[in-house]
């Protein structure tokens, strides 16, 4: 079956240590999408790319990193750099219609200490 | 002021009761979009929609663009359908694609 997979489900990392998100697709989607969940709020951009090699910055991207060198991965790192990591972090991706729905992993739960 | 509003933001009914979420935007949009998240946290989407009403078994959905307004209604609710239900427009011209509410927590009682 088709899907997006984010892994790991649960991460711990400590202070000042950078760590990589994985999200893997197989729809054969060209966006993809890095979004931040905090408790209370909404859905936050962190990164999204439109196609191969290429990517934007999204609403708080400060801190965060990406890289697109595949059409099917979208890993994100978040350096010591992020003030508060400490997220739910989720990836999405859709076909190229900006009007197509989102289709969502099931997210990784960073937690730094 | 958010650009996407939800209300209530928490709603706990009894079964089989009738539920509405309401949603509000103040961008001119070219869609909304109604997401459940559950308590896992993976999101699936449940309508898409540009006007008019859209239904999916027990799940309705409408929007008023005149009034940058719309409404989740679910039927004979279920303890199943306890969630977190997003609402999310697509600002006209925007090619970020979603911007999101806060999200409505509902727990449905047996």
């Known amino acids: 079956d088709g899907g997006i997979t984010q892994s790991p489900k649960y991460l711990f990392r400590k202070e000042g240590q950078n760590v990589t998100l994985s999200c893997e697709q197989n729809l054969n989607h060209d966006a993809m999408y890095w979004y931040r969940q905090d408790p209370g709020q909404g859905l936050r951009l962190i990164y999204y790319?439109?196609?191969?090699?290429?990517?934007q910055k999204g609403d708080i991207a400060e801190g965060y990193s990406v890289s697109r060198e595949k059409k099917e991965s979208f890993p994100l790192t978040v350096t010591s750099a992020q003030k508060n990591p400490t997220a739910f972090y989720l990836c999405a991706s859709r076909i190229s219609d900006v009007n197509s729905p989102l289709h969502f992993g099931n997210g990784t739960r960073l937690t730094v200490t | 002021k958010n650009e996407v509003e939800q209300s209530p933001q928490n709603l706990t009914a009894q079964e089989g009761e009738f539920i509405t979420i309401n949603c509000s935007y103040s961008?001119?949009?070219?869609?909304l979009h109604w997401l459940q998240q559950h308590p896992g946290g993976g999101i699936v989407s449940l309508f898409m929609l540009s006007s008019g009403k859209k239904k999916h078994g027990r799940l309705i959905a409408t929007i008023n663009i005149q009034e940058k307004h719309s409404s989740l209604h679910i039927t004979a609710s279920h303890p199943r359908d306890s969630a977190v239900y997003i609402c999310?427009?697509?600002?006209?011209?925007?090619?970020?694609?979603?911007?999101f509410g806060s999200g409505t927590q509902l727990t449905v009682l047996p």
């Open positions: 790319s439109q196609i191969v090699n290429d990517f």
């Open positions: 999310a427009v697509s600002p006209r011209g925007s090619a970020r694609q979603l911007t």
């Open positions: 961008v001119g949009i070219s869609a």
